[in-house]
């Protein structure tokens, strides 16, 4: 019996531990969503659909038409450090998507209802699966905790309910779910309403029109540039020095993730500087394609600061490249002022 209480003990103190493994992931409803989202990326989906409810915190719900999960993955799919985006071991240094580590979905059914409901192309049927702290949990007590057969088109949706429902100092540490939503919609770079989706064939101009509006997409200039010695490609749309803002807006992606990154922001920035009035801010839209090899994602648990190899000698070729463009406009307004 002493064994058993102690064993006891222990079980209860790793529900602790997962618990608080889990926190340092999922720090806000937003945190578990832009997993979530890049699971959806991850398994190849070209259209995501976003449903939010009181911040996140009620529900995060995010349906792709991505390849689906197996049903065979499902018992373990929520056990820490299961992935199926690590194969080999040389993988971890070439790794193209950011998540190779298994542990979003694990840490998330420790700290909320999550219920799966999954379809590949080779099963004529969905499946759906419910979690509890890692493991497969029956729909409501006393059924079986079995995956069900389920109607459903290709593709994952993921329901996350209760967000931190057992992490009650955490939840009281959110005080408004309106605050958690705008971090959501801040995230999504635009858009209202509870549901957002994404069209899969949308070109960035087109998205940044749709999202901030034509008064910025009309003034953007497109810039590329890239260097086989420090292995990147930099493209991207630049507001003119005709059009300014409050606040900098930076849309920046690495490998198609969206990112952040505090240095390329203040380069950006000092690019600007001369060719705006003092309170004038730039929007700049970057894509950046790095030798995957160079990146390193995991500087942060939640995965938005990003470092790279010769960050410095990337962001000059970025920064001097726009500030050929600005200049290039700058003096054809001149020049057509003068004539
Ligand atoms: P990671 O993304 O780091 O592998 P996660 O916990 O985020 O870890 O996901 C665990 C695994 O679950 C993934 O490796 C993937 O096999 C599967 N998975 C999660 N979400 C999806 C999805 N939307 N579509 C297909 N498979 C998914
Ligand atoms: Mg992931």
Redesign the pocket.
Known sequence: RRIQASLFTLASRMDVVNKIAAGEIIVAPVHALK?LI???V??G?TSLEVLIKDGGLKLLQIT?N????DKG?LPI?CERF????LKKFEDLSSICTY????????SISHIAHLTVT?KTKDSSHAWRAHYDSGKLSPAKPGQSADPKPIAGRGG?Q?SVEDLFYNVPTRRRAFRSTSDEYNKIIDMKHGDSGTSISVQAQASAIGRIRQIHGGNVANELIQFSTSDDRWGFKAVGWATNANYHIKKTTLLLFINNRSVESSNIKKAVEQTYSTFLPKSGHPFVYLSLEIDPQRVDVNVHPTKREVNFLNEDEIIQCVCETIRGKLAAVDTSRTFMTQT
């Open positions: 997993e890049e699971n959806a991850d398994a989906a792709d991505g390849h689906g999960i993955d799919l299961t992935t199926s985006k998540g190779f580590r298994g542990e979003a979905l694990a999954t994952t993921i």
